[in-house]
């Protein structure tokens, strides 16, 4: 009996070796950095390619040991891995990338911008895009109302990016922070544009300037020097401040601190009138001054640092080129014959 229960076993387990599969299935899964979709792979499974897709699903693979590879474009080849496969294996690879991408890296200076390729918004900048196509791209930056937009045509390099920036958009419509410094109590402010003189009531103010016309910042009050100064935005930067300080010494109406259609009308009917003020030979007095010091060109003709107080010159019109660590500003003025006027601006 006992031989006959042996022989009983053995068939049994002969029957179920016969009918047992003798093969399995497995599935690769490929995917990039943060479980990035990768369109095109290559699955190798024992030496021999099965797969130029993901996932890869291969059947009728004999059990037991098997290596497998992965590769894609741009990504770092993998070694070989060596996976027991059974009825259904699942064997999942992440890529990492052979370069550091391809595609642009872009910032600019100030602030609300948002990056467009291709007529396509990104999003805020600074950005940085690595999976771009390779080949030619539109990339443009803007909305802020400030700036005028910008636009490039760029082209891209496979496993490359490209550092774009950082840009510094034209201001278009900058924010003047005015504010009162030394003695800019009491003092008569305005913002002069040609014939135009717009009052400003009290100090600290903001006002939005176009910058599509010339504006100077002017102050006039009784023993100091008129002061000016270009209200100018530098590329990139829509927002100043602008510090109204003044000096003791001469304020002239009609100077150029004070230029306007107005004033100037006020000033050639004053010359007309006067009976040779400006004939050949006379002389007035010019008194030059800037915050910080500056190096000085009175006409082209160096007169060293300022402050300069009670310089004899002609009657007649005077360029005072101001300049402070590579900075220049020439300020014009229209000296009258035995009178007094003032040059003066800030850095």
Do not use: W
């Not at 004999?62 to 294996?89: F, L, M, P, S």
């Not at 006409?299 to 900075?327: M, Q, R």
Request: charged share 25%; with cysteine; glycine share 10%.
């Amino acid at each position: 009996m006992a031989a006959v229960g042996a022989v009983a076993v053995l068939l049994l387990a002969a029957l179920i070796l016969l009918v047992m599969p003798k093969s399995g299935t497995l599935i690769v899964t490929v995917a990039g950095p943060n479980n990035r979709r990768i369109d095109t792979v290559e699955v190798f499974v024992d030496g021999a390619k099965k797969c130029p897709f993901s996932p890869c699903k291969i059947e009728g693979l004999d059990k037991g040991a098997h290596t497998i590879r992965v590769a894609a474009a741009g990504y770092a080849d993998t070694a070989d891995k060596v996976v027991e496969v059974g009825k259904e294996t699942i064997v999942p690879f992440e890529l990492t990338r052979a370069s550091e991408g391809t595609g642009i890296r872009v910032t600019a200076e100030g602030t609300g911008l948002k990056l467009f390729v291709d007529g396509r918004e990104v999003g805020p900048l600074p950005q940085e895009l690595t999976d771009l196509t390779p080949g030619d791209h539109v990339i443009r930056v803007g909305g802020n109302d400030r700036y005028a937009p910008y636009e490039e045509h760029v082209s891209v390099e496979t496993d490359k990016v490209k550092t774009i920036g950082p840009l510094q958009l034209k201001v278009v419509k900058g924010l003047a922070m005015i504010e009162a410094g030394a003695n800019a109590e009491g003092a008569k402010v305005l913002l002069v544009s040609g014939s135009e003189r717009r009052p400003i009531p009290k100090l600290p103010i903001k006002l939005d300037i176009r910058t599509d016309k010339s504006y100077r910042l002017v102050a006039i009050k009784k023993g100091f020097a008129n002061f000016q100064q270009p209200i100018e935005f530098e590329p990139g930067k829509a927002e100043k401040t602008f510090v109204v300080e003044l000096t003791a010494g001469d304020a002239q109406e009609e100077s150029v601190a004070v230029a306007s259609s107005h004033s100037a009308r006020r000033t050639a009917t004053r010359s007309s009138s006067a009976p040779r003020s400006s004939a050949k030979g006379a002389t007035g007095t010019l008194n030059i001054n800037s915050i910080p010091a500056s190096t000085i060109l009175l006409d082209g003709t160096p007169k060293g640092s300022t402050p300069k107080v009670g310089l004899k010159v002609s009657a007649g019109p005077h360029t005072v080129l101001f300049i402070n660590k590579g900075v220049r500003k020439a300020v014009s003025v229209n000296v009258p014959a035995g009178g007094k006027v003032t040059a003066a601006t800030r850095f």
